[in-house]
């Protein structure tokens, strides 16, 4: 038989590469009795578009009606959209990411809805903005499924904003990006084409993502499908967000 002679500088290097994988070996039966587990890639975030989506007086059979965006809260369950769209908010369902029939984030129920007492008494329309605390889903909070825009009820108007809206006749959100100006004291305005009936509510939000708008405002949100209007969102608007997270 024949058998195999190593030098001593082979066999020493032999023996020190078996030495480092008994210490990694070792490493890691340690950190497996610590309960360390396995690093694992997160799961990607949701897309932009996730955060915006249709109001339903139901189901998805029904006919969507205006459109509603996921805002950051400590609750992480709220969405902001125009108050003549809400009422009490019984029956209304919100679908994130809603297009062509299809609810890819599914359909939230509306749990509690927060609207200024300017508008739930007179209609004012400087006042014409709610949110709602929407129901979890599956044991989940919306925001922890779509992401969310941030409010800013500092920035005034006069900023570069895309707009985002459904249409009622149209099974797709609509975008625009322009910039907005002040129409008078409490609102402000943008020149947006075919933004029509079902875009109220539809969120005015800068490219990092804060939420300086939402449509509706002046007769509802406009007179034609190319000019929308917004509240200014201002310490009114703050205070109605502080209501809504700290009820």
Known sequence: ????????????????????????????????????????????PPAKGARVGTLFKGGLDGRHFC???????????????AGHCLGD????TFAPGYHD?????????IDRVYADDHWTRDEAEDHDLAFAALEPLH?????????????????GTGHRVTVTGYPSDEDAPRTCTNTASRFRAGQQRIN???FDTGTSGSPWV??????????????????????????????????????????
């Not at 497996?32 to 799961?43: D, F, M, T």
């Not at 908010?89 to 209304?92: A, L």
């Not at 044991?139 to 920035?155: K, S, Y």
């Open 89 to 92: 908010g019984k029956g209304i």
């Open 1 to 44: 038989m024949r058998r195999i002679r190593l030098r001593h500088g082979r066999l020493r290097a032999l023996l020190t590469v078996g030495a480092l994988f008994s210490c990694l070996a070792l490493a890691d039966s340690h950190a497996l009795s610590r309960g360390v587990a396995p690093a694992v890639n997160p799961e990607p």
């Open 139 to 155: 044991g989940r909070r919306i925001e922890d499924v779509t992401g969310a825009n941030v409010l800013d009820t500092a920035a």
């Open 67 to 81: 459109t509603a965006s996921v805002v950051h809260s400590k609750g992480r369950d709220l969405i902001a959209t």
């Open 206 to 247: 800068t490219a990092d993502g804060h939420l300086t708008g939402v449509l509706g405002g002046y007769h509802g949100g406009g007179d034609t499908p190319d000019v929308s209007y917004s509240v200014i969102l201002r310490v009114e608007a703050a205070a109605l967000y502080a209501r809504a997270t700290h009820d």
């Open 101 to 109: 029939g299809r609810a890819p984030y599914g359909v939230w129920t």
């Open 192 to 194: 947006c084409p075919d």
